[in-house]
């Protein structure tokens, strides 16, 4: 098992910063890649960003390139998520995600986080 525990949310105006944390423990041996999704009110989850956790290849959705970045700690079994350039439309919950595999960009993990509220006021 691996246990994910985001921190990091909070309201920002348009055009600013914030940088989401995810701490990972339990069984991280079994990471393959990290990431994030996002869910805004009334819509599905949506995938955000992922990282290889031993070789740090990172891929983005579209709406989010050259404004986030994802990048990860392994020796404090940490991921983050810089987000610049922020949006009203990139208000949602935030959740992290963990597998074993390469099914992130699918929606697919084997472990999710919480989930930390990100509000982007214009």
């Known amino acids: 098992q691996v246990h994910l525990v985001e921190s990091g949310g909070g309201l920002v105006q348009a055009g600013g910063s914030l940088r989401l944390s995810c701490a990972a423990s339990?069984?991280?041996?079994?990471?393959?890649?990290m990431g994030w999704f996002r869910q805004a009110p009334g819509k599905e989850r949506d995938f955000v960003a992922d990282?290889?956790?031993?070789?740090?290849?990172?891929n983005y959705v579209d709406s989010v390139k050259g404004r986030f970045t994802i990048s990860r700690d392994n020796a404090k079994n940490m991921v983050y998520l810089q987000m610049n350039s922020l949006k009203p439309e990139d208000t949602a919950v935030y959740y992290c995600?963990?597998?074993?595999?390469?099914?992130?960009?699918?929606?697919?993990?084997?472990?999710w986080g919480q989930g930390t509220q990100v509000t982007v006021s214009s």
């Open positions: 990282i290889s956790w031993s070789g740090g290849i990172t």
């Open positions: 995600a963990a597998d074993g595999n390469r099914r992130l960009r699918f929606g697919v993990s084997d472990y």
């Open positions: 339990g069984r991280t041996s079994s990471i393959y890649y």
